[in-house]
Structure formats: structure tokens, C-alpha cells
């Protein structure tokens, strides 16, 4: 079974801290997202990365930054969390495909609340 | 920017009616995903259905495709107390990105 891990199911940090959400997957996908979901507006992307080292940025990178070293992690880093960053954030990871029509795997999500 | 939207935002139904939701996107696309989300999990991977195939089966789902009015529906037959979640479309983005709409929440009543 494919596996998509996040590093904690819930977190609790402070205003104005560095704070590291981890995600490790299992089947050497090149392809890795970083959502943020929050009531009445979907999945909305932060990051994106489509190989080692390479990150795009999504539609809400504000206040965000992103780390992949190494093929089956990647890290989202929020630089000085503000309460606005108060989420669920969602890993993914999904092999290229032909068509780009292949399926993403999720990992069970990240509720942040920042107090 | 978000393509893909879903319709109706809730639905509550009673446990074995069908459930049909719909979802609208805005470019030209060459396939289309659903996913379902249990509360406060991650998405699981339902079904994926190309721009070529107008209507696709999986057990109790049926989905269609309309690429002239660019949208999608996904129909659940003979629903049960357990397909209630949220439910999601997604489409290609540029670069192998996928793109998620806002989902529907489905309540099935037992």
C-alpha cells in the first residue's frame, strides 16, 4: 500500500514561531503538494514540487517556504506562524503519468492551530 | 485559482437514496478525479475518468463527463450511513499540479 505520512496529527505552536510540517511518502513519486483546506474554501495549494531540490510555488505561498532534499520528503516551513495559518494542512504525492492522469495519495493531515 | 467547482455545497439525504453531485470547470482539460474525504482525513482516490469517456462506473459510483459544458457528475446509488463525507473534484493544473474545488459535504441519514 502506498503511504503518505505526516509528521503529526495535531500541533499546537505560538505566534511568531518557525514551525516544520514533515510529510514522507513510500513510492518514489517525483511529484509532491502541500494544501491548506479551511471551511467553504477547498484545497487550496501552497507549494509544489515536481522533483529533488525543485519547488513552484501555488497559489498561496505567502508567509510559506518548502524544503526537498531528498526524493520522499518534503517539508513545509512556516517562517513566523501567524493565527492565520490556523489549518488543516494536507500532504500529497502522485507519480507524473502519462496524461497527468494518475491518482494523488494523501497522508492523514496536519490541524495546526496557532495560539 | 481554483477550476473546479462543486454543486451542491451540502446535501443531506436519506440512507438508500442516490446522491448526485456535480462539478464545473473552467478550462480545457484530459481527465477529471473525485475524491472523498472522511472528517478531518486526508482525500482517498475514487475514481478518474478522461476526456474521451463520457460516463464511467465503480461499484456504486457513476461519473460522467461533458467536456462541451465542462462539468462532471458523480452519482452514488443506494447510499449508506457510511458514505457520508466530503466529496471532491480535481483537474489538471499547469506543471502536474492538481487543482480541488471546494468539495460538497454529504450527509446520509440512517
Known amino acids: 500500500d502506498v503511504k503518505v505520512t505526516q509528521s503529526s496529527r495535531y500541533l499546537v505552536k505560538r505566534t511568531g514561531e518557525k514551525v516544520f510540517l514533515e510529510c514522507v511518502q513510500d513510492?518514489?513519486?517525483?511529484?509532491m503538494f502541500w494544501y491548506r483546506q479551511d471551511p467553504g474554501l477547498g484545497l487550496r495549494l501552497i507549494y509544489f514540487?515536481?522533483?529533488?531540490?525543485?519547488?513552484e510555488k501555488g497559489d498561496i505561498p505567502e508567509g510559506y517556504s518548502v524544503s526537498r532534499e531528498k526524493k520522499e520528503r518534503f517539508s513545509l516551513i512556516l517562517e513566523s506562524a501567524s493565527t492565520n495559518q490556523t489549518s488543516m494542512y494536507l500532504c500529497?504525492?502522485?507519480?507524473?503519468?502519462?496524461?497527468?492522469?494518475?491518482?494523488?495519495?494523501f497522508g492523514q493531515g496536519t490541524r495546526l492551530t496557532v495560539v | 485559482s481554483q477550476q473546479g467547482e462543486e454543486d451542491p455545497q451540502a446535501l443531506s439525504i436519506q440512507e438508500g437514496e442516490n446522491a448526485t453531485m456535480n462539478c464545473s470547470y473552467k478550462?480545457?482539460?484530459?481527465?477529471l478525479q473525485w475524491y472523498r474525504q472522511n472528517s478531518g482525513r486526508g482525500l482517498v482516490h475514487l475514481i478518474l475518468i478522461r476526456s474521451n469517456e463520457r460516463e464511467k462506473h465503480s461499484g456504486r459510483l457513476r461519473v460522467t463527463l461533458d467536456t462541451s459544458k465542462k462539468s462532471s457528475s458523480l452519482l452514488i446509488t443506494a447510499s449508506r450511513a457510511a458514505d457520508t463525507a466530503s466529496y471532491f473534484c480535481?483537474?489538471?493544473?499547469?506543471?502536474?499540479?492538481?487543482?480541488f474545488g471546494s468539495g460538497t459535504r454529504l450527509l446520509v441519514r440512517p
Open positions: 500529497a504525492s502522485r507519480s507524473p503519468g502519462e496524461g497527468e492522469s494518475t491518482e494523488a495519495f
Open positions: 478550462t480545457s482539460i484530459n481527465n
Open positions: 513510492m518514489d513519486h517525483e511529484n
Open positions: 514540487s515536481y522533483d529533488v531540490k525543485m519547488k
Open positions: 480535481a483537474t489538471p493544473g499547469s506543471s502536474y499540479k492538481l487543482i
